[in-house]
């Protein structure tokens, strides 16, 4: 077993780990650490497979940005771990049943007898000059372009769903009108009233 092999075992089973870990902590800070754990893995996974571009991002998008807030989310929140822990036990038998399934299926459709060393070859390495940045545009821009604008559509139309459904309107607003303030009138700004003597008592 060389360096590259043993590298790539490593880390596929600390990103396994990572991400059974995030099911089965109980406490929700170290779930989001061992969702940390996994990006990190993948990113080396990456990096092995000449992706450097992808590797950077997972790391600089999802670990230093996107799952940070995540932290301070979960350390915010007053979560009850009492609730989390019966929904837990009250799952189990069919999450387990699921989780078998899943592996089974994943094994037939991606086991070695398809996707074997055997059946196919290692591709040769890249050369110095190659650019994975050049490699990733010109593919996206060019064979997938359309699924990229369907891609970018869908998202758009995601982020103006939600933020229909969570808009309520104007709440305590309290600004004026222009046009019905230039409206106003002398004597609908300034009203005399005359008082007796009576009335300053």
């Not at 092995?48 to 790391?59: A, K």
């Not at 998008?61 to 350390?75: Q, R």
Request: glycine share 6%.
């Amino acid at each position: 077993m060389n360096l590259q092999q043993f590298v790539f075992y490593s880390s596929s089973f600390l990103a396994m780990l990572g991400a059974s870990m995030v099911i089965l902590a109980k406490n929700p800070v170290r779930a989001v650490l061992s969702l940390v754990l996994t990006f990190f893995s993948t990113a080396v996974i990456w990096m092995l497979l000449e992706s450097e571009f992808l590797s950077v991002v997972l790391v600089l998008v999802y670990v230093g940005a996107i799952l940070v807030l995540f932290l301070f989310v979960v350390m915010m929140l007053d979560i009850e771990l009492a609730s989390i822990r019966e929904g837990f036990s009250r799952y189990l038998p069919f999450g387990t049943i699921i989780s078998v399934l899943f592996a089974a299926l994943f094994i037939s459709a991606a086991g070695p007898e398809q996707f074997g060393l055997r059946l196919i070859k290692e591709p040769p390495p890249h050369p110095a000059t190659y650019s994975n940045i050049k490699a990733l545009g010109t593919l996206l821009y060019t064979d997938y372009l359309y699924a990229l604008e369907l891609a970018g559509i869908l998202l758009l139309v995601a982020m103006v769903a939600a933020i229909g459904l969570t808009f309520r309107g104007k709440r305590g607003c309290k600004s004026i009108d222009p046009k019905w303030q230039i409206r106003v009138s002398k004597k609908d700004r300034v009203r005399l009233v005359k008082l007796s003597k009576g009335d300053d008592q």
